[in-house]
């Protein structure tokens, strides 16, 4: 083991799976940077609580290229190795993906392949599907589709609403994910 590997969190919103990978640290990962496309993201506060340095540029019109190419920049700078997506809710482009290929991953409230996208709660209860889950996954240029590493299932009650599965769910990605990476970053 060559120490902890450095890894640098994308997020968009209030920070939760952020809060869970931060609890969770241990020999094999340290969070060393977190970054956010949107300056009043929540989780950003839970970021400067812990210590852990942030990009959140304010938004000024640049083209998505412009914004990665200095996100990514500030993910070299601060010697990030490998990149967890976090709640982060905007595609990357296949030229950002590829320079972070086989460390990037995600988490999605789904099983994957199923349910790739959004409402994967709503989708999975329409479906009549007995479980819903979560899926740690390897990020590729193509929308969730990249190596599935991780799955936690969770069962489908009578009467649940996309809110209830969701936050049953949300437990589950809260255990799963750093156990993932935790994994991910040791096999580097």
């Known amino acids: 083991m060559m120490g902890r590997r450095r890894v640098g969190v994308l997020i968009s919103g209030r920070g939760s799976n952020l809060r869970a990978l931060l609890e969770a640290e241990q020999d094999a990962y340290a969070i060393a940077l977190v970054v956010s496309n949107r300056p009043d993201a929540p989780g950003l506060a839970i970021a400067r609580a812990a210590g852990v340095p942030v990009h959140a540029p304010a938004p000024d019109g640049r083209g998505r290229a412009a914004?990665?190419?200095?996100?990514?920049?500030a993910l070299r700078a601060?010697?990030?190795e490998l990149v967890a997506l976090a709640g982060y809710m905007r595609i990357l482009s296949p030229a950002f993906?590829?320079?972070w290929e086989g460390r990037m991953v995600n988490i999605h409230p789904s099983l994957l392949p199923l349910y790739k996208g959004l409402d994967t709660h709503a989708r999975a209860i329409a479906a009549g599907d007995a479980e819903g889950g979560c899926s740690v996954h390897l990020v590729t240029a193509a929308l969730d589709d990249g190596p599935v590493l991780a799955q936690a299932?969770?069962?489908i009650h009578a009467g649940d609403t996309p809110e209830t599965l969701a936050a049953r769910v949300l437990v589950e990605e809260h255990r799963l994910y750093p156990r993932a990476l935790a994994e991910?970053?040791?096999g580097l």
Not at 67 to 73: G, H, K, P, R, T
């Open 67 to 73: 914004w990665e190419a200095e996100a990514d920049a």
């Open 78 to 80: 601060a010697g990030v």
């Open 97 to 99: 993906v590829a320079g």
């Open 153 to 155: 299932r969770v069962p």
């Open 184 to 186: 991910l970053a040791r």
